[in-house]
């Protein structure tokens, strides 16, 4: 019995055809990392502002649970602070900003503080900021 070549007649690949895949495979492969670091710098990014976040919020809700007068009284020394590294959040820096504001609502004229902090963090432009009002209670009778 005898056996065909399988092969015969067939032409192998040049060394340019090779070299030309080899080419576009690695420009396809650095394209899918530039890709992928990208959106890793992202998920950094996007968890950072979440921290920042947080602690916004947990500053003001600090500052919320004083009392008013007492709140009053320190306005002058929060306005215009900061404090720098927070412990176990290196890298992130907050901003106070205190305002005595007179505000309309519902056709009543409310006197407060008007409350805003700001938190930056390392490798950004813009902070995390929250506003919030605190007026003085009164005791319904």
């Not at 500052?63 to 900061?82: F, I, N, Q, T």
């Not at 409310?110 to 506003?131: A, F, K, M, N």
């Amino acid at each position: 019995m005898i056996k065909k070549n399988v092969f015969a007649g067939e032409e192998g690949l040049t060394l340019v055809e090779v070299a030309v895949s080899v080419a576009l495979l690695g420009a396809v492969t650095v394209s899918l990392l530039f890709i992928l670091a990208g959106g890793i710098s992202a998920v950094f990014t996007s968890g950072r502002q979440t921290q920042a976040a947080a602690l916004a919020q947990e500053k003001m809700e600090s500052l919320k649970a004083v009392p008013y007068e007492e709140l009053e009284s320190k306005a002058v020394l929060l306005d215009g602070g900061r404090e720098s590294e927070q412990p176990g959040m290196p890298g992130f820096e907050i901003s106070y900003g205190i305002d005595r504001k007179t505000v309309l609502v519902e056709n009543y004229l409310l006197q407060g503080l008007e409350i805003e902090i700001e938190v930056w963090y390392e490798g950004t432009r813009r902070p995390v900021s929250i506003t919030s009002f605190v007026g003085p209670l009164h005791e319904l009778r």
